[in-house]
């Protein structure tokens, strides 16, 4: 009897009616129909879950993968972590620590972590006061942002943040990039050709500035921000229609710049 109920089990685990049935349903529910796969599983519980799921398909075609993996849809398009739209614009941020790799190899492992966990204290609670930190790169981050306002004004207060921190008679230089496009969000994190032109706007910054593109720069406040090009250095990698620009503060009127 037992073996004839695994045996009808697996059948029904295998059923191709219900598994077209089940991958019909997963296209027109909630969240992103092809969720399960690396690219879109976090590191959060759920995400955990799918990619311990997501296996079964390698072996086999699975129903029961499919409802796991359905619910799971469901439940990251509910609890407000689905998929962006393609169209929607999102500012990003990132940042890094000019020179910090040569300094490293002077003065060793213990020194640098050191650094690193200083850096992390006086920025990341910037960063999440306006957005969001979506992965530590080494000595920098990357991070989104509900305005190019507000990740500018983030960028400006964590590189004067870290510029007083000292490091065993050591000053770091912070220096960041802002960009504003259309990445593809994929479970926490983001691709696409917007991430890579927000790294290297980041790569045109010298220690200690803050860049913008030029996209980002013709959404800018110009009563609180003033822009400067960068004719000296455009920035490798940076397409030929962007242009970045060295941004800072302005200065209340009466006072100097």
Not at 5 to 18: F, N, Q, T, V
Not at 131 to 139: A, E, M, N, Q, T
Not at 217 to 226: K, P, S, V
Request: proline fraction near 7%.
């Amino acid at each position: 009897m037992r073996r004839r109920m695994l045996e009808a089990a697996g059948r029904i685990d295998s059923d191709p009616r219900l598994l077209a049935a089940l991958e019909w349903a997963r296209s027109r529910l909630p969240g992103d129909p092809a969720y399960g796969d690396p690219l879109s599983t976090g590191d959060d519980a759920v995400g955990r879950l799918a990619a311990q799921l997501a296996p079964l398909a390698a072996t086999r075609p699975s129903v029961l993968r499919e409802v796991g993996l359905t619910a799971l849809q469901v439940w990251q398009a509910h609890a407000g972590v689905e998929e962006r739209p393609s169209d929607e614009h999102v500012v990003v941020l990132f940042t890094d620590l000019a020179g910090f790799s040569d300094w490293t190899l002077e003065v060793g492992d213990d020194v640098a972590v050191h650094a690193l966990r200083r850096v992390g204290a006086a920025v990341e609670p910037l960063v999440r006061r306006r957005g969001r930190v979506v992965k530590r790169l080494g000595d920098g981050l990357m991070a989104v942002h509900p305005s190019v306002e507000d990740a500018v004004e983030v960028a400006l207060a964590a590189r004067d943040a870290v510029g007083e921190l000292d490091v065993d008679g050591y000053r770091l230089h912070l220096r960041a990039g802002v960009h504003v496009g259309t990445p593809q969000q994929l479970g926490g994190d983001y691709y696409g050709r917007d991430v890579n032109i927000a790294a290297r706007i980041t790569d045109a910054a010298g220690p200690g500035e803050v860049c913008v593109s030029s996209p980002t720069r013709a959404l800018l406040d110009g009563g609180r921000f003033a822009t400067f090009p960068l004719s000296r250095r455009r920035g490798k990698g940076v397409p030929p229609d962007i242009t970045p620009w060295r941004v800072g503060r302005r200065a209340p009127e009466g006072l100097p710049g």
